[in-house]
């Protein structure tokens, strides 16, 4: 069977500018399985017509993509596999210079200086703003833990496996039109989602009915998801206005689906955890009450956070607040510090997976323009043959939408 596997394909990244073992794990997705494979670890997610597979060595990403039957041509899988470079590019903002980024905050702020080299490679997401939305509601007075194991439910609730892989099921994010449907509140309730089972509901129902519950042609997304994603060229006050509109969603959660869906980097959400971080580390003054307890989040509260953290970090204020953030969790606490009787000094000595069969870079769903991807004379951006592919699956799509 594992011969009959696609091998790996090899995209040249150094884990300074991504650590998968940190981005996905420290809250922003919910979906990806993490499994122990011999020494190494791979990290998978099931999108609408495939399933991801990454692993990770200090320089390089490896991936591929498994397809339900039936299994595509050679020049169907081509195709797909370009496609799927496409989708990691704009998945983990591969154009954006992670150490770029590090360098100017560590030099704006002494803070941050100090945890950069063991917390490095966490970058913002660029998630399915649908799925996104969801997620961040079920997050209300939640961990992540429990988070993840309520999004999961949601997935083998309402949406079929695609495909099964090593005796697990892969199920895709279900779409609005399905959990807006009548009965899906007590499901979700019996499920264990208590009152944010309400609120998925009813969020569903209004974008649905709002937006439209149909796939527009030659398209995979229903019109509601799409208007969703259109946001993205909307000002960032108008999109939380747009956001605040569902039931369930206050300033935190729409805040998050902006930063982490929507484009809006300077966006840093607010809750008691980081409001405590602007008190600890910035000068934020402590508005916890004689007692101790700690302060109820207002509104002058979280505008008084999100205005010093932006001037301390600049316009990639919510990238840097997920570092800051992701420090401060517990089950980080040992992330990046030498393990016991070893010379490790930084997750970077992630073992290169010995059965790897690194190919050229070749085809999963594109959800945005090429144009959004590093250009050939960046630094950052993988080599030639990335923009190769790149350009292969923009044909496709053109060529699909009858262009």
Known sequence: MASLLPAFQSLPL???????????????SFRWAILDVGEDTEYR??????????????????YRALYPDPQPTPTQKALRDAETLVWLNDYFQLDVDLVGLYNEWSTRDPVFARMQSRFEGIRILRQDPWENLISFICSSNNNISRITKMVQALCTEYSPPLLTYEGEKYHPFPPPSVLAQPGVSATLRSLGFGYRA???????KMLA?????MPLPNDTFE?????????????????????????????????????????????VPVDTHVHQIAVKHYGLKDASGPSGK???MTPKIYGDVNTKLFRVWGDYAGWAHSVLFTA??????????????????????????????PGDILPTPPLTPVSSLKRSNDPVHCSSDCQEAATLAERVKRRRRGA
């Open 223 to 267: 019109a509601s998801e799409r208007w969703l994603m259109s946001l993205r060229n909307s000002r960032t006050d108008d999109a939380r206005e747009e956001l605040l509109k569902f039931v369930g969603v206050g300033r935190k959660v729409a805040d998050c689906v902006l930063l982490m869906s929507l484009d809006k980097k300077e966006v």
């Open 328 to 357: 401060d969790l517990k089950s980080f606490a040992s992330y990046g510090l030498p393990a016991p009787g070893s010379r490790t000094t930084s997750p970077s000595s992630t073992k290169i997976a010995p059965d790897f069969m």
């Open 198 to 204: 309400e609120f998925i509901n009813r969020t569903a």
């Open 209 to 213: 009915d709002t937006h439209g519950r």
């Open 45 to 62: 997610l099931c999108l609408r017509d495939r399933v991801v597979c990454l692993r990770q060595s200090p320089t390089t990403l490896f």
């Open 14 to 28: 150094p884990i300074v500018q991504l650590s998968l073992a940190a981005v996905l794990k420290c809250g922003q």
């Open 294 to 296: 700690k302060a109820t």
